[in-house]
């Protein structure tokens, strides 16, 4: 008996070594879809001028700075590839946890717009067909959508933030690229738009990127990566898809990437949406690669620990909250200024007309 006792505990320990050494393969297991995108249907899409299809709904009432926020993917898949928008058992999360690391930056700003959306399931990172490519169209799909609401409802006047996470960072990409570089109305309102967390490519936006502090009508963009995470910063840069042209998405492999994050120090102040609290940290980044590769923090709280794939998923910290909230307060005020002074400038002078003499009929001389 004993001798049996001892070799299923010896099968159990190999069993466990082995899951803990392929933790990562059996996470990516475990969340794939397994099935082709062709034969799916994605859930109904939501209807932005309803209020149950935000998380967030501010209002031009508020003053200040519109802002729209597109929180990061959270979903972990079920079997299908895109989340309903009205998923209960993730709402909470979202709302209490994710907006609060995602949002908080830019509440002093002015109202917050958070939309819901079809969230393309995590595994759309780990894959390069057409199902990672087709899930994150479905997203943006209501992105678009609900982007268009937002500018019926917000302010005209007023300077607009768009910030994206996670996956929400190529949406907020593509928007900029489709619905405010090339509409003049929009473009002149937009203080900037922040990208972070999956890699953008650089030539899609070059003459774009934000470079003074105070420069609006620009994209700040950057993915944060721990070192420590090998396999996962492989990913993206070789192994996962971005932006291609005319609203396409790519392979990473061989494509330049954005990697322009805001000015910031060593010592910041992230936040902790778990604790509800604001945390002194130390953190040595740069980019390298693409990728704006960061050392473990301190406090190690505030690490986020490799156990079957949770390195990958958002945890309510966001390490660059502080320059994250002071590079937007630069750029909506450098927004405003750019705004006030092109409403007082001069008009252009109309083309010249073409003067034609005119007949000269002298008055007859008197007798």
């Known amino acids: 008996m004993r001798l049996v006792l001892i070799l299923m505990l010896g099968i159990f320990a190999a069993l466990g070594a082995l899951a803990w050494h392929y933790q990562d393969e059996l996470t990516l297991a475990w969340i794939n879809p397994d099935r082709s ?99 994150r169209a479905t997203a943006y799909q209501d992105i678009s959508a609900a982007f268009t609401q937002f500018l019926q409802e917000a302010d005209p006047e007023a ?13 907020a990409g593509q928007l900029f690229l489709e619905r405010i570089a090339d509409d003049p109305d929009v473009i002149r309102r937009t203080a900037a738009v922040y990208a972070i967390g999956m890699p953008l490519p650089a030539r899609l936006f070059e003459g774009q990127v934000c470079e003074g502090e105070e420069q609006p009508r620009c994209i700040v963009a950057f993915t944060p990566v721990d070192a420590r995470f090998e396999g996962y910063q492989d990913r993206l840069r070789t192994r996962t898809l971005t932006l291609g042209p005319g609203g396409s998405y790519v392979s990473t492999s061989g494509v330049g990437k954005l990697c322009a994050p805001p000015p910031m120090g060593k010592e910041l102040s992230a936040i902790d949406a778990r604790s509800r609290r604001l945390i002194d940290v130390t953190l040595d980044a740069e980019c390298v690669d693409g990728l704006f590769v960061f050392q473990p923090p301190e406090p190690q709280a505030l690490r986020r620990r490799r156990l079957f794939g949770q390195q990958w998923f958002p945890d309510g910290v966001n390490l660059f909250a502080e320059p994250i909230a002071e590079d937007a307060a630069r750029r909506v005020a450098g927004a405003y200024r750019i705004m006030a002074k092109e409403e007082n400038a001069v008009p252009p002078l109309v083309a010249p007309e073409e003067i034609v003499p005119s007949p000269i009929n002298k008055v007859p001389e008197p007798n």
């Open 37 to 135: 995108y062709e034969g799916y249907t994605p859930p109904p899409a939501p209807d932005y001028r309803e209020d149950e299809a935000w998380f967030r709904r501010g209002g031009p009432q508020d003053g200040g700075a519109q802002v729209f926020v597109i929180h990061s993917n959270v979903y972990r898949g079920d079997g299908n590839w895109n989340a309903p928008y009205d998923r209960e058992t993730q709402a909470d999360f979202i709302e209490d946890v994710i907006l609060v690391a995602e949002a908080t930056p830019f509440e002093p700003l002015g109202p917050v717009w958070a939309p819901k959306y079809r969230q393309p399931t995590i595994f759309a990172r780990f894959t390069q067909k057409h199902p990672g490519a087709a899930s």
């Open 159 to 171: 300077p607009v933030i768009v910030a994206g996470y996670g996956d929400g960072a190529l949406f």
